[in-house]
């Protein structure tokens, strides 16, 4: 029903900044849902870093509140996270996830974030 689309991912040293993007696509796809990021490394669980309401509320994870920014483009369906003086400890795959309205969740295959120091 909904597919997503994630790029930007990649390799970079502490301080840099990456921007992630997320595309949805699908038949019957709607603007009225929760966007979001999560991110998963090895032996953690996954963790939310990121939501974005379709009104614009955002929420971060007090792991990157200051450093990143989720915003979305509803008419592109696309949400972005804009990654800011990454750390080592913000490698990860991350995932893109879209909650719909009717309370189900899709994901994104991840992309991979790896920081250096």
């Known amino acids: 029903q909904v597919q997503l689309v994630e790029s930007g991912g990649g390799l970079v040293q502490a301080g840099d900044s990456l921007r992630l993007s997320c595309a949805a696509s699908g038949s019957r796809f709607t603007t009225i849902n929760v966007r979001g990021w999560y991110r998963q490394a090895p032996g953690r669980e996954r963790e939310r870093v990121a939501t974005i309401t379709s009104a614009g509320r955002t929420v971060y994870a007090d792991s990157v509140k200051g450093r990143f920014t989720i915003s979305r483009d509803s008419a592109k369906n696309t949400v972005y996270l804009q990654m800011n003086s990454l750390k080592p400890e913000d490698t990860a795959v991350y995932y893109c996830?879209?909650?719909?309205?009717?309370?189900?969740?899709?994901w994104g295959q991840g992309t991979q974030v790896t920081v250096s120091s």
């Open positions: 996830n879209l909650h719909s309205i009717l309370d189900y969740d899709y």
